[in-house]
Nanobody, 117 residues
C-alpha cells in the first residue's frame, strides 16, 4: 500500500505562483509513476502532470510552460510548481501514485487551489 499526503494549496491572484507537495509513504519501492490531477466543479478529473520513476515528465497542454513537476527521492516527495496561474486553474488538486505490478492507484486527500481574477 502507498499513502499520499498533499499540502500547499491556497488562494492566489491571477499571475501568481503556488507549489504543491505530495509526500509518499508505505511501499515506496513499488511506485511506478506519480502525477497530479485536478478536478474543477462540474468537470471530470484530468491529468495535469506526471513523472516516471526514471524522471521523465509529461504535461497537459493547458499547463505546459507554466507548471513543473519534480521529485525529491530522498524525501519521497513530488512537487508541482505552478506559475502564471489563471482563474481556470482553480480546482481541487490530487496527487496520484500508480504502484505495484497491477499499477494500482493511490490518491491523496486533495488540496484546493483557487485563483482569483
Amino acid at each position: 500500500q502507498v499513502q499520499l499526503v498533499e499540502s500547499g494549496g491556497g488562494l492566489v491572484q491571477a499571475g501568481g505562483s503556488l507549489r504543491l507537495s505530495c509526500a509518499a509513504s508505505g511501499s515506496i519501492f513499488s511506485i511506478n509513476t506519480m502525477g497530479w490531477y485536478r478536478q474543477a466543479p462540474g468537470k471530470q478529473r484530468e491529468l495535469v502532470a506526471g513523472i516516471t520513476s526514471g524522471g521523465s515528465t509529461s504535461y497537459a497542454d493547458s499547463v505546459k510552460g507554466r507548471f513543473t513537476i519534480s521529485r525529491d527521492n530522498a524525501k519521497n516527495t513530488v512537487y508541482l510548481q505552478m506559475n502564471s496561474l489563471k482563474p481556470e486553474d482553480t480546482a481541487v488538486y490530487y496527487c496520484n501514485a500508480k504502484y505495484g505490478t497491477r499499477w494500482s492507484d493511490a490518491w491523496g486527500q486533495g488540496t484546493q487551489v483557487t485563483v482569483s481574477s
